[in-house]
């Protein structure tokens, strides 16, 4: 870093108690320092892009003699790694053409205020984003604001995978088709959209059945990032799991139970498996009060632009956060977002592997999980 500043979204205010608050007033990012004789106040003070690294440490050292230059060294460094700071000196990334800079200027200036690290340039996100292979399986309601979402925010390789065809009521809830769709292969009108709303990046797409886990094994070999926006068959989440397990490939999974958004991101080999917290889960309900209905019947799927929308938007929220690591999500768990009460939470999380897990803890498909090989 040459010449240092405080983000503007994360300008410092002075507050009456005396401490001061850093990185604005969103939870999660703000910060809020004590600063009983002033330091931090002039530390920030010196932030504001004009003097390099040396000059700021000089001036400080100057106006505090008391503080040894080591400690300025290491407050600026911590206020360099939690986020806060950029380089005004930073020149322009020759990766990203003009076109693509200016196309993606307000996703920069977002994952910006959202990094809560420090990083080599503020184009980062977009840099990692542009390198990424993200494969988004099921392009209903779910998959298309996704692969809309993730085209639209600069993914380098975007493939989806969907066999059916557009129906009417499938209209109100999957936003990459229109009536004149009707009756066409949903992945080729997908990826017409597509291309029409981003053709600075690779959009691919087939009409596969994925029928076992050999099919969602080739899917993750080839990608960074596995999106699962289908729910069938029954095992598909189980297969994707076992499938980037094997493969070391991050994954999300995101859907909708009525009102409910359900979604979860994992990165195998860093803790718990889908399955092992799906097991957890199971295990918590048994016995307890968890409902069974009385008399089975067909289900129609309940759904609408809005749920879909939401579910869909988590999961592109998700895969990018796998993706550039801003805002840096806990992962290895399940979360939920409830239209009716508008609460969000974690509903399910372990802190380690469950011994009994046969992802986790055996060979699967001739391949090592990622746990045995490290
Ligand atoms: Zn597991």
Redesign the pocket.
């Known amino acids: 870093m040459y010449r240092p500043r405080i983000k503007a979204k994360h300008r410092p205010v002075r507050l009456g108690d005396g401490s001061v608050r850093i990185g604005g007033t969103v939870p999660g990012i703000e910060r809020r320092i004590k600063d009983p004789d002033g330091w931090v106040w002039a530390l920030l003070g010196t932030l504001d892009g004009t003097r390099t690294v040396d000059q700021v440490v000089t001036e400080l050292v100057h106006r505090f003699p008391g503080r040894p230059e080591a400690e300025v060294i290491r407050d600026l460094g911590v206020l360099i790694q939690a986020g806060h700071v950029e380089d005004a000196a930073e020149a322009a990334p020759r990766e990203l053409s003009s076109r693509e800079r200016e196309r993606y200027s307000r996703c920069r200036e977002l994952s910006e205020w959202m990094a809560r690290v420090g990083r080599r340039s503020s184009w980062e996100s977009e840099l990692l984003l542009r390198q990424a292979r993200v494969v988004v399986i099921g392009i209903g309601g779910t998959g298309s604001i996704a692969a809309l979402n993730l085209a639209q925010s600069g993914v380098g390789e975007l493939h989806c995978v969907e066999p059916d065809v557009v129906e009417l009521s499938n209209l109100p809830r999957q936003a990459l088709f229109t009536e004149r769709d009707l009756g066409q292969p949903k992945v080729e009108a997908a990826v017409r959209e597509l291309r029409a709303r981003n053709s600075d990046i690779r959009i691919t797409g087939e009409a596969l059945t994925i029928t076992g886990p050999a099919a969602m094994l080739a899917l993750a070999a080839r990608f960074d990032v596995v999106v699962l926006a289908a729910d069938q068959p029954a095992e598909i989440q189980t297969w994707t799991?076992r499938a980037c397990?094997a493969t070391g490939t991050a994954w999300v999974h995101a859907g909708y139970h009525g009102p409910q958004i359900n979604y979860g991101l994992y990165r195998p080999g860093t803790g718990?498996?889908?399955?092992?917290?799906a097991?957890a889960e199971r295990d918590h309900h048994t016995g307890s009060t968890y409902p069974e209905p009385m008399v089975a019947r067909e289900e129609i799927q309940a759904g609408n632009a809005v749920s879909a929308g939401m579910s869909g938007a988590l999961a592109a929220h998700t895969a990018m956060d796998l993706i550039t690591s801003v805002p840096g999500l806990p992962v290895n768990r399940e979360y939920a977002f409830n239209l009716v009460t508008l609460v969000g939470d974690v509903v399910s999380a372990l802190e380690t592997?469950?011994p009994d897990?046969?992802?986790?803890?055996v060979y699967w498909l001739g391949f090592a999980s990622r746990r045995d090989r490290l």
Request: aromatic fraction near 6%.
């Open positions: 799991n397990h718990p498996c889908y399955e092992c917290v097991t592997p469950r897990c046969p992802t986790c803890c």
